[in-house]
C-alpha cells in the first residue's frame, strides 16, 4: 500500500532524513497507516520505496504541505523530525496553516527546552496542541524500537498513546514510553539521557585507554573482555558496540579500523547543555562535566600533538612513567571492570539529581523510577542496571542520590579498592582518566561528613566579608580577620 491512498491515516510524519525514515517505516510496520512529507521530494519517493520494498507497508508520500496535513484523520497528529532551532520553526509555520483546533505536533528532536516550552504557547494561541519528545536508539531504534520521552500536552500524548506503545522498544515490564511531565519536560529528560551517554562513553574509552596502555591488551583481547563484560553487570548497549568496534577490520589496510579513526570526538550540544543546566541548578556533574571538557580537548589534535612533541623534548615521553613495568593483567581487566560500574553509577546518580533539581524548579513531578525504566531498552545507554535504579527510586522516591540506596552504597563501597588502584595506576603511568577521577572524587566528596569547605568560606569572609556560620551555635558571623592577623603579627613582633 506503499503509494499514495485516498485513505485518511492515523498519523503523519515530517522529516525524512535516516530517522524520520526509520520512525516512519517501524509505525507502519505496526499496522498504523502513515502519511509523510519532505521538502526534498526525492526523500518522499525514498521512503515510499522502502515501504513498498520492506513488505507493502501502509504509508503514503506526499510533496506538499497542504497535500500532507489533509491526508491525516482529525484530531491531527504530525511527527516533526528536523534539525533542531528554526528549521523547526519553519516546518511548524508549514505544516500549521492548514492545521485546526485540536490537531497536535510532536517534535522528535533534541530541542532545547525553552524553545519547546514557547512552541507550546504558540501553538496554544491557535488551538494546536503540542508535544516535545525525546527520541533515543539512533536509527536501528528509530526502526525497531526507541526510547520515547514525550512531554507538554496530556491530550496530545493521549491522541497517539496507542500507537507510541506500539513503536517504542519493549522490555519486560512494558513498552519504553511514558508521558514524562508537562512543558519541556521530555525534551529536558532526553537531554540529560545525552549527557549521562557523554560519560558513559567517556569512561569506556578511559577503561580502553588504560586496559590498552597499562594492560598491553590488543584488539583481539579487547574485544573478548568487552564481550565478558556485556554478560555481567556491565551488560549494555554501549559496552556490546564497543566490543563490536574492536573485532572490525580496516578494508584500506591491515589492522583494526579503530586504530585508523582521528582521536577528535565531535559533538551536537546535548551535553553543553546538560553541564550549563547543572551549574544553573547548583547540581554537581563532574563525570558528565568531564566528559565534555575531554571532547574540547580532543578537538586540539594539532595542539596536542605540538605539546607532545615539546614535552618529550623537555624529558618527558609518553611511556616514561610505565617502561618495563610487569602488570598481572587478568587483575587489571577485574580492577578496571570495577572501576568503570561505579565511575557509572556516579555518571548516572548526577544525571538523576539534575533532573530532579529541574522537575522541583518546574513542578514537573518527574518519576525517576519511571525514567530509568522507560531507558532499559531502544535508547544508547540502555544497561542491565537500569532495572536496579528503577527499584531503587521505587523504593524510595525521595532518594536523595543512588549512591546512598542501600544496594548500591555497598557495591560502591565492594568496588572502591579496586576502582582507587585503577586511578591511581593510571596517574602514575602518566594516562589521563578525568571520568574516573572525576567519579570517585564525587564519591569521596559526598560521603565525607565534613569537608575543608570551611576554610573557603573563611577565606571569602576575609576578602568580601560575605559571613559564615558556625556548627556549635545559630546565625551568621563575620570576623574581622585582617585587623585580627595584623594584631597578632604586631604582637608576635613585640614579644620577639
Known amino acids: 500500500m506503499a503509494v499514495e491512498s485516498a485513505v485518511l491515516s492515523r498519523i503523519g510524519l515530517a522529516g525524512l532524513a535516516v530517522m524520520g525514515q526509520n520512525l516512519a517505516l517501524n509505525i507502519a510496520e505496526k499496522g498504523f497507516p502513515i502519511s509523510v512529507y519532505n521538502r526534498t521530494a526525492s526523500k518522499v519517493d525514498e521512503t515510499v520505496a522502502r515501504a513498498t520494498a520492506e513488505g507493502g507497508l501502509p504509508l503514503s508520500g506526499h510533496r506538499s504541505a497542504q497535500d500532507f496535513v489533509l491526508s491525516l484523520r482529525r484530531p491531527r497528529s504530525v511527527i516533526i523530525l528536523v534539525k533542531a532551532g528554526a528549521p523547526v520553526d519553519q516546518t511548524i509555520a508549514a505544516l500549521s496553516h492548514f492545521m ?8 522528535g528532536g533534541n530541542e532545547w527546552y525553552e524553545n519547546t516550552e514557547r512552541r507550546i504557547r504558540e501553538a496554544a494561541a491557535r488551538g494546536i496542541l503540542y508535544l516535545g519528545m525525546g527520541v533515543s536508539g539512533g536509527e536501528d531504534g528509530a526502526r525497531n ?9 496530556l491530550q496530545a500524548y493521549q491522541n497517539v498513546e496507542d500507537i ?6 519493549q522490555v519486560d515490564d512494558g513498552p519504553c514510553v511514558t508521558f514524562v511531565g508537562e512543558g519541556g519536560a521530555g525534551n529536558f529528560v532526553k537531554m540529560v539521557h545525552n549527557g549521562i551517554e557523554y560519560g558513559d562513553m567517556q ?17 583481539a583481547e579487547l574485544a573478548e573482555t568487552f564481550a565478558e563484560w556485556n554478560r555481567g553487570e556491565l551488560e549494555s548497549f554501549l559496552i556490546e558496540i564497543t566490543a563490536d568496534i574492536f573485532g572490525v577490520r580496516d578494508e584500506h589496510g591491515d589492522g583494526e579500523l579503530v586504530d585508523k579513526i582521528l582521536d577528535k570526538t565531535g559533538m551536537k550540544g546535548t551535553g553543553k547543555w546538560t553541564v550549563q543546566q547543572a551549574a544553573e541548578l547548583s547540581v554537581a556533574a563532574p563525570t558528565i562535566a568531564a566528559s565534555l571538557d575531554c571532547r574540547y580537548l580532543s578537538g586540539l589534535k594539532d595542539e596536542r600533538e605540538a605539546a607532545a612533541k615539546a614535552l618529550d623534548q623537555a624529558g618527558i615521553g609518553s611511556g616514561d612513567f610505565i617502561g618495563g613495568r610487569s602488570v598481572d593483567k587478568k587483575r587489571l581487566i577485574d580492577d578496571v571492570r570495577q572501576a568503570l560500574y561505579a565511575s557509572k553509577i556516579c555518571s548516572y546518580a548526577q544525571g538523576m539529581n539534575l533532573l530532579r533539581a529541574k522537575s522541583a524548579e518546574k513542578g514537573w513531578n518527574l518519576n525517576l523510577g519511571e525514567l530509568a525504566r522507560i531507558w532499559k531498552g531502544g535508547c544508547i545507554i540502555r544497561a542491565r542496571f ?21 544496594e548500591f552504597a555497598r557495591e560502591m563501597v565492594q568496588r572502591q579498592a579496586a576502582w582507587r588502584r585503577v586511578v591511581g595506576l593510571a596517574i602514575e603511568a602518566g594516562i589521563s582518566t578525568p571520568g574516573m577521577c572525576a567519579s570517585l572524587a564525587y564519591f569521596d566528596t ?10 573557603v568560606q573563611a577565606q571569602r569572609d576575609y576578602f568580601g566579608a ?11 558571623f ?5 585587623k585580627i592577623a595584623r594584631q597578632s603579627k604586631t604582637g608576635a613582633g613585640i614579644l620577639n
Request: charged share 25%.
Open 145 to 153: 524500537g526507541p526510547s520515547l520521552m514525550p512531554g507538554g500536552s
Open 478 to 482: 563575620h570576623t574581622e580577620w585582617s
Open 203 to 219: 569512561l569506556i574509552s578511559e577503561a580502553y585507554d588504560v586496559l590498552r596502555i597499562v594492560g598491553g591488551l590488543s584488539n
Open 100 to 107: 485546526e483546533p485540536g490537531d497536535a505536533i510532536i517534535d
Open 466 to 476: 560575605h559571613t559564615y556560620e558556625r556548627v556549635d551555635r545559630p546565625g551568621s
Open 386 to 406: 537500569l532495572d536496579r535504579i528503577k527499584k531503587a527510586y521505587e523504593r524510595n522516591r525521595g532518594l536523595p542520590n543512588l549512591i546512598v540506596d542501600p
Open 164 to 169: 507510541l506503545t506500539r513503536v517504542a522498544a
Open 446 to 455: 559526598y560521603r565525607r561528613a565534613r569537608l575543608p569547605a570551611n576554610l
